[in-house]
């Protein structure tokens, strides 16, 4: 079967608009996440993420949602504890990436019956997307759209240096906590892709390959969510033909991408500095 002919089937189609709209809200986020070296807060919100889907499963409640309300609780305690508390960022990370994987681990156990589509969000599969799921994308992409083009200066200021922001009175404050919002809705409505074991590779990676070719915000931004949609639709493919698990092999796929890269890159530097010496 080929690309054309899977065209016809809605679950493909669903899983290339849900790639897309994705990549568009993880290229945004992730390329704050990289520049303002927030990976470890994303994979605590991440992993953190599992407590609301223990929640959802045991009270019977829609897990997408109490995931999203638990992850941002968790994003917002994450920033109350290391800024006003006292506690390391790093402590406090490991505080509710703990507790929230305990929580998870312990109420989906105990909830009644069987959770038979657990797998799919600790490990993700793209072609059980939803139109709701692709709405929910879709907004999301556009209120970030929304949101970095009406704070662009403060956002790239707070991303390179927060304590030169606060000296220019830039809204500092807001922008860190409204980043660490969309951090956590952006890690939850993208929980489908990959899942929460893989998700965090699809917020950094395809920036750190951006990262090899321009330290421009808007374009790292342009990049990655070009890396980001390629990488979604290669390993969709490819797992696909292969017959294995989808949000693994565009992991795969990104990561080889990024080790190409940095291959090209560095081969280029050294033919060019071989050249100029003669």
Same mark, same amino acid.
């Given at each position: 079967m080929n690309?054309?002919? +899977? %065209?016809?089937y809605a679950? $493909?189609?669903? &899983? +290339?608009?849900?790639? %897309?709209?994705?990549?568009?809200?993880?290229? @945004?986020?992730?390329?704050?996440?990289?520049?303002?070296?927030?990976?470890?807060?994303?994979?605590?919100?991440?992993?953190?993420? /599992?407590?609301?889907?223990?929640i959802g499963f045991y009270f019977g409640l829609p897990p997408i949602p109490s995931? @999203?309300?638990?992850s941002i609780l968790s994003s917002f305690g994450i920033q109350w504890l290391s800024q006003k508390q006292g506690v390391r960022e790093d402590?406090?990370? &490991?505080v509710f990436w703990s507790l929230g994987m305990a929580i998870g681990i312990?109420?989906? $156990? /105990?909830?009644?019956?069987?959770?038979?589509?657990?797998?799919e969000y600790l490990f993700g599969n793209i072609l059980t997307i939803t139109r709701g799921d692709i709405l929910a994308l879709f907004i999301l992409s556009l209120t970030l759209l929304l949101f970095f083009g009406l704070f662009h200066h403060a956002i790239v200021s707070v991303s390179f240096d927060a304590e030169f922001a606060r000296t220019r009175r830039l809204p500092t404050q807001f922008i860190e906590y409204a980043m660490m919002?969309?951090?956590?809705?952006?890690?939850?409505l993208s929980i489908r892709l990959v899942g929460i074991v893989l998700l965090m590779s699809l917020i950094t990676v395809p920036q750190m390959t951006a990262n090899l070719f321009t330290v421009n915000y808007s374009r790292m931004?342009?990049?990655?969510?070009? $890396?980001?949609?390629?990488?979604?639709?290669?390993?969709?493919? /490819?797992?696909y033909c292969l017959n294995v698990p989808s949000g693994a092999f565009i992991i795969f796929v990104l990561i080889m991408m990024?080790?190409?890269?940095?291959?090209?890159?560095?081969l280029a530097g050294r033919v060019a500095k071989a050249s100029s010496r003669h």
């Amino acid at each position: 079967m080929n690309i054309i002919e +899977l %065209l016809d089937y809605a679950f $493909f189609r669903n &899983a +290339l608009l849900g790639s %897309l709209f994705a990549s568009i809200a993880c290229g @945004m986020i992730g390329t704050c996440v990289v520049t303002k070296r927030l990976v470890f807060i994303s994979g605590g919100v991440t992993h953190a993420s /599992l407590g609301g889907l223990g929640i959802g499963f045991y009270f019977g409640l829609p897990p997408i949602p109490s995931a @999203m309300i638990f992850s941002i609780l968790s994003s917002f305690g994450i920033q109350w504890l290391s800024q006003k508390q006292g506690v390391r960022e790093d402590s406090a990370i &490991a505080v509710f990436w703990s507790l929230g994987m305990a929580i998870g681990i312990a109420l989906t $156990f /105990l909830a009644p019956g069987y959770a038979p589509n657990l797998s799919e969000y600790l490990f993700g599969n793209i072609l059980t997307i939803t139109r709701g799921d692709i709405l929910a994308l879709f907004i999301l992409s556009l209120t970030l759209l929304l949101f970095f083009g009406l704070f662009h200066h403060a956002i790239v200021s707070v991303s390179f240096d927060a304590e030169f922001a606060r000296t220019r009175r830039l809204p500092t404050q807001f922008i860190e906590y409204a980043m660490m919002f969309f951090i956590a809705v952006t890690i939850v409505l993208s929980i489908r892709l990959v899942g929460i074991v893989l998700l965090m590779s699809l917020i950094t990676v395809p920036q750190m390959t951006a990262n090899l070719f321009t330290v421009n915000y808007s374009r790292m931004i342009l990049l990655s969510v070009l $890396f980001s949609f390629a990488g979604c639709v290669v390993g969709l493919l /490819l797992s696909y033909c292969l017959n294995v698990p989808s949000g693994a092999f565009i992991i795969f796929v990104l990561i080889m991408m990024f080790f190409t890269a940095k291959g090209v890159k560095t081969l280029a530097g050294r033919v060019a500095k071989a050249s100029s010496r003669h």
